[in-house]
T-cell receptor, first 109, second 114 residues
């Protein structure tokens, strides 16, 4: 049974720092992995999707990597800004999407 | 242009009532989903429909009944609401049924049962 873990559960850093969010999963038989952003009281915004055959995807200041064999993905945020404050969720796709519990990120001005 | 929309955005109701949440997608996708996000922010799939047919039905009380009148709509009806049903419900859609298709999410419906 697929399990997805996100560490840390919460992270607070000063503005301008580069940071890494971690996602691990127990079953490497996945189709893809997605990173989402959720703002308080709001919906889910898809940030990046990495297919199982890919190693990384980039969008602006965001870079997501995938190491399927070790069951790990990282989301790298460069030059963090207060507007990046949100909860970041990863989800792995087998027959269905299995979600991590998220990392709550706070960027301090 | 809204891709996946849900109504209502907020729903406050009393225990024992029956309520419905509606979802529509204009992406031309074949597959639609309902997810529940609990107070700990954990998302779990409830149902999935492909071309109006139920393909995923997780362990959900039978008070929850999804209905898909056509490929673009997937509604969720909840009977005899309980306090534990309070959560945010997300609708999503994807091009196909297999996991390698990206899912697109609606804004969520925050249900509060008092």
């Amino acid at each position: 049974k697929q399990e997805v873990t996100q560490i840390p559960a919460a992270l607070s850093v000063p503005e301008g720092e580069n940071l890494v969010l971690n996602c691990s999963f127990t079953d490497s038989a996945i189709y893809n992995l997605q990173w989402f952003r959720q703002d308080p009281g709001k919906g889910l915004t898809s940030l990046l999707l990495i297919q199982s055959s890919q190693r990384e995807q980039t969008s602006g200041r965001l870079n997501a990597s995938l190491d399927k064999s070790s069951g790990r993905s990282t989301l790298y945020i460069a030059a963090s800004q207060p507007g990046d404050s949100a909860t970041y969720l990863c989800a792995v796709s087998g027959y269905q999407l299995i979600w991590g519990a998220g990392t709550k990120l706070i960027i301090k001005p | 242009d809204t891709a996946v929309s849900q109504t209502p955005k907020y729903l406050v109701t009393q225990m024992g009532n029956d309520k419905s949440i509606k979802c529509e997608q204009n992406l031309g996708h074949d597959t639609m989903y309902w997810y529940k996000q609990d107070s700990k922010k954990f998302l779990k799939i409830m149902f999935s429909y492909n071309n109006k047919e139920l393909i995923i039905n997780e362990t959900v009380p039978n008070r929850f009944s999804p209905k898909s009148p056509d490929k673009a709509h997937l509604n969720l009806h909840i009977n005899s609401l309980e306090l534990g049903d309070s959560a945010v419900y997300f609708c999503a859609s994807s091009q196909g049924v297999r996991g390698h298709y990206e899912q697109y999410f609606g804004p969520g419906t925050r249900l509060t049962v008092t």
